[in-house]
């Protein structure tokens, strides 16, 4: 029994400086160490060089499809007065505002052949509305792609009000969404 008593304190203290010694062998880089938590979740956002903003012909329609760009749901949000046009145009608006530095293409054809899949992104936003009539309620779903429609982050507010505070909802959902998706996108590439 003294013995085990004394030997039991010798070896924890070999078995201590052992396991210091291995990892001071181990050198960290600075680079290995995200620097976000956004870094580690959204490192779909690392290779993105461009944000895809043309507008195209529908192959199966003879429609304009945007590439980035909002879309209803059902159609309760044309009834109460909403535009997904108007609204697109809003969110280009403020993607342009937040995005700074980032590259945003507006030809469908050549500008965008110059970019692996990785290398664009796509912003998607879907409105859905329910009621036209008070209490109105609304979700609005944001999701970023890449290129090969690989989700990298997505959001989602909901609200509920009259007809002119579910427009002034959207409005400023889209905004608070572009503006939380450009300091994740910011943060997640160490710029912010």
Not at 48 to 73: E, G, P
Not at 113 to 124: L, V
Not at 164 to 170: C, L, M, P, S, T
Request: with cysteine; net charge negative.
């Amino acid at each position: 029994m003294k013995i085990l008593r004394i030997i039991t304190p010798i070896i924890i203290c070999v078995l201590l400086t052992a396991s210091s010694l291995k990892a001071e062998e181990k050198e960290v880089s600075e680079n290995a160490i995200p620097k976000s938590i956004e870094a580690i979740l959204y490192k779909g956002f690392l290779p993105i060089k461009a944000i895809d903003m043309s507008s195209h012909m529908s192959i199966f329609s003879n429609v304009v499809v945007n590439s980035t760009r909002v879309v209803f749901l059902d159609d309760t949000a044309e009834k109460i007065g909403l535009d997904k046009n108007e609204l697109t145009n809003y969110l280009k608006l403020r993607i342009k505002n937040n995005f700074t530095g980032i590259k945003l293409e507006t030809v469908y054809s050549d500008a965008l052949k110059k970019y692996d899949d990785s290398e664009i992104g796509r912003i998607h936003v879907s409105v859905w509305v329910v009621g036209a009539e008070y209490p109105i309620a609304y979700l609005i779903e944001y999701y970023f792609f890449d290129r090969d429609l690989d989700e990298i982050w997505t959001q989602k507010i909901m609200g509920c009000g009259s007809i002119d505070a579910v427009k002034n909802g959207v409005k400023a959902g889209i905004d608070d969404l572009t503006q939380d998706l450009a300091i994740s996108f910011f943060k997640a590439r160490g710029e912010l």
